[in-house]
Structures are given as structure tokens and as C-alpha cells.
């Protein structure tokens, strides 16, 4: 039979190992993995001869400030940064204009039609004074919903009482929900002490955004998930104490995951000395030894972090200098550069091809039950990286298609490139029109 496009001659990458294979295309999907040289044809062929094809990445936790603060990033420029890297799916929310009823994400979801590169889904807030909207969010189509456990880039905090009530509201959905874990009373109370000895240093963040105040917030979170069984991710987990934790109680019963970003496995905390708001992020980056390091990479090698996301909350570097360290925006770029810096991980042995598509492909999809995403299999969604292993180059300001147009990475030589990227079958090609389409979430 003659298929619409085929991928010929690459090495498929999935979670569990990898094969030479030409992989054929029909209707937007994989259709058929045959071995190389296989006798069937094919209208268009893509020669991948040499490369890695990798299933398009899954990235769960993205800020494209829109509709919200779109000087910042919108998602025209955010998705093809994301699509420059091999990102082909996003789940977004944003804090500046959060989903809090089923009209607002109706609002939302029109105004992003035909605006993004990549197939995209949303996630909503849960607020202690909207918690009466969660069933109509999760019917709406929502994939989940984000929950701060402290007040932070102006949402309020869900104590423990309140936590309690959105879960078992959660769980009795079945929705998923991304905790981001501090406790409220111990910022609280640490930004009150630094700014009462009249402390700007940027050494406050992590005084402020202390370990102590993670690791309260992720134990009463992973226990209130094992009271309730809610499908609940703990944000961005910035230790392998945090992992262990959350660890442990896995191993008492608790559903909970952890979820963490490249900057919890690169950036050390001794740099927000010397670059103030360009590493101001929370939690912030820990990383003191180089025994932390590994630590975090052996967490995320054997499986401890179930996946990995950017948490990408750009601002440009003019708006990261507005205001003192305690004013100025919180947050990173991510989508330009998470998948070259694994990528390379991958390629100098410091992790897998194979874990990075199970952490950044294949385990955020089955958590947020992203239908047809995170692998390269026959009826799965023909969302194909296509990666040449032999390029070496520098990540530069320069390269950044975020309006970030900076990355705390900035300098580091990486090898591995990604070639090109087909979203469902097709191509995303500068100056091509927007394809990506909107994904239901499981309620929906
Ligand atoms: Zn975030």
C-alpha cells in the first residue's frame, strides 16, 4: 500500500529502547513501523538516515500569558519556540488571567483559536473563592487544575482546610491537579523578618522561598492526595530531598508525583548572587555541591521524578529589572532550551534518550491523559522530532525565539539538534499558519 508520508531510515527512541525503523504516516498518525528498507511507498519521504526520532515532547506546565500580559509572551512566539525544540503539546495556564469559571475558559479557548503552533490544552486554577466552579471547569474541558498552596504572583494561597475540600472535589472527577508546594505561613513569615532588616540583596529568595517551606507544604499535599486519592503532581520538586520525600509517601499509599524542570538539575543556588532577578524563580534553584547534582540525576534517571516540564514564565530582560529583587517578575524561559540541555544529558551519558522521552513525552501524557500523545506507536498522533546526534553548538540570547529573548543557559555548548518537527504529520515550518489544535481534557 502507498502511505502519505514516511520518516525512513532514522532510529525510533522510545521509553524502553530504540530500533532502526522507517516510520510511515497516514491521516496524521503513525500507521505503520517497519524495518528499514521495507517495500512499502510513500507519497512524501523524509530522510532520517543518521538521526534520532524522537515522539514530540509533552510539556505539562507552560505560562504563555495570554490572553494576560502578552508583552511577556503570547502564543504565537511561545509555541514556536516550543515547536523550534520538538515540544508538540502544551497544557497552559496563566496566572495573570486565570481560568476560575467555564466562561472565562470558554473566552480563553476562543481566543486562542489559530494562534498556536503546537496542540495545546488548558489547565484552570483552583481558588479558595472559586471552588464551586471546579465540576463546570473539568465539563468544559479543562486537563487540570493548578493549585498554589502559598500567595504567589498575586494567587492566593489554599490552606490546608481548603486543600482538603478541592481534592476530594477533584478526586470524586477523577480530575488531575499540579500543586506548586510552599507553605504560606513560613514565606509569609520569612519575608517579613528580611524586609524588617531592611534586606534587597537577591540572597533573600532563597531565605524567603526556604527549603523548610517546600518540604511542609509537599508532606501536607502528598498526605491530603493519600487521604483522598486525588491524581495530584507536585510542582516543580527543586531537591532530591523534595523527591524523597514525596518517595516516601508513595510508598505509604499517597498517589502523588513529582514533577521537575532543568532548572533544578543545572542552575546552582549560589547564582542568584550574581544574576538577581535573571534566577529569581520558586521555588529556587538548590543545587549547592556537586553531590546535589547527582542526586537530582539519579532522580530523575531511576524514575523517582515522574516527569519533567519547563514551567516556562518568561519575561523580558527590561521587565526582570523593573523593581527591586522582592517586585520584579518571578520566572524562566524554558521552551527554548529544555530539550537541546537533555538532549545533551542524553547524548554525554549523563541520562537516556529513552528516560527523556519517558519523562517529557510519554509519563506527562498518561498523567493528564493527553489522548494520541507522548509516543511513537502505531494509532498514536504522528508528532515526530527528528534529532541529528553530530551537531554541536552554543545556546545564545541570540537563538531565543521566546520574547524572553534571554535564557539563564546562555553560553553552554550542547550536542544534538533537532532537525525538524512534524505535528501530526505535517511539517511546522517558519512562516507556515498556525495548525495547532485545541485537546479537550478528559471531563470535556
Ligand atoms: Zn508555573
Request: charged share 25%; aromatic share 6%; hydrophobic share 40%.
Amino acid at each position: 500500500m502507498t502511505f502519505e508520508l514516511v520518516v525512513r531510515g532514522g532510529t525510533v527512541v522510545t521509553a524502553t529502547g530504540r530500533q532502526r525503523a522507517d516510520v510511515y504516516v497516514e491521516d496524521g498518525r503513525v500507521a505503520a513501523i517497519l524495518d528499514p528498507d521495507s517495500p512499502e511507498s510513500a507519497d512524501e519521504t523524509i530522510d532520517a538516515d543518521g538521526r534520532f526520532v524522537l515522539p514530540g515532547m509533552v510539556d505539562t506546565h507552560v505560562h504563555l500569558m495570554e490572553p494576560g500580559d502578552s508583552t511577556r509572551e503570547d502564543f504565537p512566539t511561545g509555541t514556536r519556540a516550543a515547536a523550534r525544540q520538538g515540544v508538540t503539546t502544551i497544557v497552559e495556564h496563566t496566572h495573570g488571567w486565570p481560568l476560575t469559571s467555564a466562561g472565562r475558559f470558554e473566552e480563553k479557548w476562543h481566543h486562542l483559536r489559530d494562534r498556536s503552533y503546537v496542540d495545546y490544552a488548558l489547565a484552570a486554577h483552583a481558588f479558595p473563592e472559586h471552588a464551586g466552579e471546579i465540576r463546570s471547569l473539568w465539563e468544559a474541558g479543562v486537563t487540570f487544575f493548578k493549585i498554589f498552596t502559598c500567595t504567589t504572583h498575586g494567587i492566593p494561597a489554599v490552606t490546608a482546610e481548603m486543600l482538603l475540600e478541592i481534592f476530594e472535589e477533584l478526586a470524586s472527577l477523577d480530575a488531575a491537579c499540579l500543586v506548586h508546594c510552599e507553605d504560606d505561613v513560613m514565606t509569609a513569615r520569612n519575608e517579613r523578618r528580611l524586609k524588617a532588616e531592611g534586606r534587597i540583596d537577591p540572597g533573600v529568595i532563597p531565605e524567603w522561598r526556604s527549603r523548610e517551606a517546600e518540604l511542609v507544604a509537599v508532606g501536607s499535599t502528598a498526605l491530603l492526595a493519600k487521604v483522598t486519592g486525588v491524581r495530584a503532581t507536585v510542582a516543580h520538586a527543586s531537591s532530591a530531598d523534595v523527591v524523597d520525600l514525596i518517595q516516601r509517601e508513595r510508598a505509604a499509599g499517597s498517589p502523588i508525583v513529582a514533577e521537575t524542570c532543568p532548572q533544578y538539575l543545572y542552575l546552582h543556588e549560589s547564582e542568584i548572587h550574581n544574576h538577581g532577578p535573571f534566577r529569581k524563580f520558586t521555588p529556587p534553584a538548590r543545587i549547592r555541591s556537586a553531590e546535589d547534582e547527582d542526586r537530582m540525576w539519579n532522580a530523575f534517571n531511576d524514575g523517582s521524578i515522574s516527569h519533567l516540564s519547563t514551567d516556562h514564565a518568561p519575561s523580558t530582560e527590561a521587565q526582570k529589572r523593573e523593581g527591586t529583587i522582592w517586585e520584579c517578575h518571578f520566572g524562566l524561559p524554558g521552551l527554548d532550551t529544555t530539550v537541546p540541555l537533555m538532549v545533551d544529558a542524553a547524548l554525554s551519558g549523563r541520562t537516556t534518550l529513552e528516560r527523556l522521552v519517558e519523562a517529557y513525552a510519554q509519563q506527562p501524557a498518561e498523567q493528564y491523559r493527553l489522548r494520541g500523545k507522548g509516543r511513537v506507536e502505531v494509532g498514536y498522533d504522528a508528532d515526530l522530532v527528528i534529532l541529528d546526534p553530530q551537531a554541536t553548538w552554543q545556546i545564545t540570547n541570540e537563538a531565543v525565539v521566546s520574547r524572553a529573548g534571554w535564557t539563564p543557559f546562555a553560553g553552554r555548548d550542547v550536542q544534538g539538534r533537532v532537525e525538524s518537527v512534524l505535528l501530526r504529520g505535517h511539517p511546522i515550518e517558519d512562516g507556515a499558519p498556525p495548525r495547532g489544535r485545541f485537546m479537550p481534557g478528559p471531563g470535556g
